[in-house]
């Protein structure tokens, strides 16, 4: 197992954390979570096509950049650092896994390259009113009507599901249950039927929509009735993924109460002068890097295709949960009063590192999942 | 071109180390003949200077080395306890006279050495030692305790720290020397622990004696040269927890080192069941039949988490060192987030056990290691650095935070508040 990023992988993220500097300082959080859509179109759009972020880990067949789950991580850990504001991870994760992990050669030729290029976000939909992340909660129905197929149903919670334009939908066979019946779809945003609704997040700066279907028009993605195990296998990217996302985050926190601390003067001394102060930074620092460790291990696993990932890719998302949710805490009690201020920018990381925590699956959840998975 | 200024590679390394122990080993030796020989090649410790018993090749080959010996079970240098630490320290600041005394002994097992550091008024503050060295015409004379020393009442040296001048201050009094401790003035008594076993001592100095040429460095050095071996000891740690294996391979060496092991591992055999041997707990779980209470699962799930996260923690710190990068904060963090593991596993250890945790000794699972468990695991965040004082390393040196005022190092030691301590 790879243990270290390459010079190539560091110089890649020193580039991707300037550009995200550059183009998304917190005055420009604060203003793209306050919109509708949760981020520029046209700003995205360009970001994405200079660095080429959403061609990162699509292969070459599909005009992707071919790289792996490694880069792909980098980036991720950079916009939890910065908390950008762009379907990234809607459109680059959760949709992209779903294709390649289900869709035909065809399919994914016919999809993949305008996600590649920048000109399509993509999510996909899988939760419903429940709020359960597995399969067999799964109530949406999938009925053939001719050559294509009728989705009728809700799906909630679903990532930027009110502006992406391609929808990714795990419905059901009529009459099956649990993991049996399940097909993956493709909807178009603007699909007859297809009613999008923004809901109101405490974390403004992830977008969630409940959208509801009514005998909407879908084209079916692979096979039909065999989704289970692709589904599966994209929740085990996805989690990796956001995982890594959420270390970024988390070590952006510590860094800045760290900062703050070192400032601030109380009785005549820096309050990083202090033990407890000290103490509780030295705890956070073990906390993120234990997370990072997992985080990093779980993409490497990714890339090499180790059998153990079912159990490394929950571990990782169960130790980054616990891991940013905790440096949060701290960070907002490290800034004292300040920290509980609208106009300090700690509540949008403590924000984030509570939905990271739920999103998914949380660390019980995935505690238990891992437990299912461990094979020794 | 100079053959010594070839760079060596992995592959050289392997191939010139292989093609020696063809040509040399050989079972039917005596442990320190054949250690003896290490010690002229230079392969029982490869990264040593080549004028003692080295061969000057970088640390990071060394794990090549060790690899080719395991291949053929060679068997190595002696390498357990302080006589590492010793010869660390020995190498980095000791005269010629002492490498010529001591290192080949080290290297070959004949002598055991103790670090004779921390003292019943100076644990975590080590720089406040009271032992007295006290010059004396042409000897140095000892008096006062030390305590915790591990293998003190076999070992022929000592590494000792003790104050020579009390007008200065606290770090700048202190002298380092090498201490004979078979004489009359050194009394060991074994200390018992809380989970029974007694590893450690306690050694007490009446007028010992200390000839001038075992000082190392100067007086008022003693906190630096001290700092060498405590790196090291915190370096090591890893391939003390290491436990040494003996083999059952037939051979007159292999007996030898068989008995070797034996002493030399004595004390210690707890120190698995110190870590919380998280490699029992999921076999212990299902067999116990507490792997289907979903509260367990979640309390293995989060050992499991901890000590993964841990390891690969560890790993990241060694492959950005074999990269030669300079250290990340990953490398300083082992440490803590091992008392993290250990505690949680004590914690699933008797939720697994239930009732039987109640029981010890021959009574109790697994003949006593469960119980073992639960008593020596308070020692994890305890010895090698509290987890107060690792705290404290890591907010100062990793995280660059200012030092709490200090009260103790601006004035004479002599004047600094300290514990009475009766003897």
């Not at chain 1, 992988?9 to 300082?25: I, K, T, W, Y």
């Not at chain 1, 909407?216 to 993924?241: D, H, K, N, S, Y």
């Not at chain 1, 460790?293 to 159990?311: T, V």
Request: proline fraction near 3%; glycine fraction near 8%; aromatic fraction near 8%.
């Amino acid at each position: 197992m790879k243990f270290s990023f390459s010079n190539e992988q560091e110089e890649f993220r020193s580039g991707v954390r300037r550009a995200l500097e550059a183009r998304s300082p917190t005055t420009e959080v604060r203003k793209q979570m306050a919109t509708e859509t949760g981020f520029d179109r046209e700003g995205w759009k360009k970001l994405n096509q200079e660095l080429g972020l959403t061609a990162i880990h699509i292969p070459e067949a599909y005009d992707g950049a071919g790289f792996g789950y490694g880069e792909l991580s980098i980036v991720l850990e950079e916009m939890g650092r910065n908390l950008l504001c762009a379907p990234f991870f809607s459109t680059a994760v959760l949709g992209t896994a779903a294709i390649l992990n289900a869709g035909t050669e065809e399919q994914k030729k016919a999809l993949l390259p305008a996600i590649a290029a920048g000109e399509t976000t993509a999510t996909l939909a899988f939760s419903e009113d429940s709020g359960l992340n597995d399969a067999a909660s799964v109530a949406m129905t999938a009925t053939k009507s001719g050559a294509t197929w009728r989705l009728e149903g809700t799906k909630s919670f679903v990532l930027d599901g009110h502006t992406a334009d391609l929808i990714v939908v795990l419905a059901r066979r009529p009459g099956s249950t649990g993991d049996e019946g399940l097909s993956f779809f493709t909807v178009e945003g603007s699909a007859q039927g297809l009613d999008r609704k923004l809901l109101k997040t405490m974390d403004e700066t992830r977008k969630l929509a409940r959208l509801t279907f009514n005998s909407v028009e879908a084209r079916l993605l692979g096979t039909e009735g065999a989704a289970a195990a692709p589904f599966a296998r994209t929740m085990q990217q996805v989690i990796v993924c956001l995982a890594n996302e959420m270390v970024g985050g988390a070590e952006r926190l510590r860094e800045d109460a760290l900062e703050y601390v070192k400032m601030r003067m109380q009785f005549g001394r820096s309050i990083a002068s202090f033990q407890t102060t000290k103490n509780k930074a030295a705890d956070m620092l073990v906390d993120v890097e234990m997370a990072k460790s997992a985080a990093y291990y779980a993409a490497a696993a990714l890339d090499e295709g180790d059998d153990d990932l079912p159990a490394v890719a929950s571990l990782a998302k169960a130790t980054a949960a616990e891991a940013y949710l905790q440096t949060a805490i701290h960070a907002v009690q490290m800034h004292g009063g300040i920290g509980f201020t609208w106009d300090n920018d700690t509540h949008l990381w403590f924000k984030r590192a509570k939905s990271s925590e739920i999103l998914f699956g949380d660390a019980n959840y995935h505690r238990e999942l891992m437990m299912r998975n461990w094979k020794h | 071109m100079d053959t010594h200024m070839t760079e060596q590679t992995e592959d050289s390394v392997r191939s010139e180390v292989r093609a020696w122990l063809k040509d040399n080993w050989d079972p039917s030796l005596g442990l320190v003949e054949w250690r003896l020989k290490l010690c002229d090649s230079g392969w029982g410790a490869p990264h040593w200077p080549k004028e003692w018993y080295g061969r000057g090749l970088p640390v990071k080959f060394n794990a090549i080395v060790d690899e080719e010996f395991a291949r053929i079970g060679a068997v190595g240098v002696a390498k357990a306890g302080i006589r590492t630490l010793a010869a660390a320290t020995i190498l980095a600041h000791g005269t010629d006279l002492h490498k010529e005394k001591f290192l080949k002994r080290i290297l070959t097992g004949e002598d055991t050495w103790c670090q004779l550091f921390s003292e019943p008024g100076s644990g975590s503050d080590m720089a406040g030692a009271v032992t007295r060295a006290d010059r004396q015409g042409n000897k140095w004379v000892i008096n006062g305790q030390k305590v915790w020393t591990t293998s003190a009442h076999k070992a022929q040296w000592g590494l000792l720290l003790a104050r020579a001048n009390w007008d200065v201050a606290k770090h700048k009094g202190l002298a380092y020397f090498i201490l004979d401790m078979k004489q009359p003035g050194v009394q060991v008594h074994p200390l018992r622990q809380m989970n029974y076993h007694a590893s450690f001592n306690q050694v007490f100095f009446t007028d010992a004696i200390v000839e001038p040429e075992m000082l190392v460095a100067e007086v008022g050095d003693g906190w630096t040269v001290a700092t060498t071996t405590l790196m090291h000891e915190r370096q090591g740690a890893d391939g003390l927890r290491t436990w040494a294996q003996a083999t059952d391979k037939k051979g007159r060496i292999y007996e030898d080192e068989r008995a070797e092991i034996a002493s030399t591992m004595e004390p210690y055999k707890w120190y698995p069941q110190r870590a919380g041997r998280v490699d029992l707990v999921v076999q212990r779980a299902k067999e116990t039949g507490k792997i289907d209470d979903p509260v367990i699962r979640q309390e293995i799930a989060r050992l499991l988490c901890m000590s993964k996260s841990s390891e690969w923690t560890a790993r990241r710190a060694r492959a950005a060192q074999n990269m030669g990068r300079p250290q990340g904060p990953e490398g300083s963090l082992g440490k803590l987030a091992s008392s993290h593991v250990a505690r949680q596993a004590a914690r699933v250890h008797t939720y697994i056990t239930g009732s039987d945790a109640l029981l010890s000794g021959k009574d109790s699972p697994m003949e006593g290691v469960i119980a073992e468990i639960l008593v020596s695991v308070p020692a994890t965040s305890i010895a090698g650095g509290t987890d107060e004082i690792q705290r404290n390393i890591i907010s100062e040196r990793v995280l660059k935070m200012p030092k709490e005022p200090s009260v103790d190092t601006n004035k004479p030691f002599k004047d600094v508040p300290r514990n009475i301590v009766s003897s």
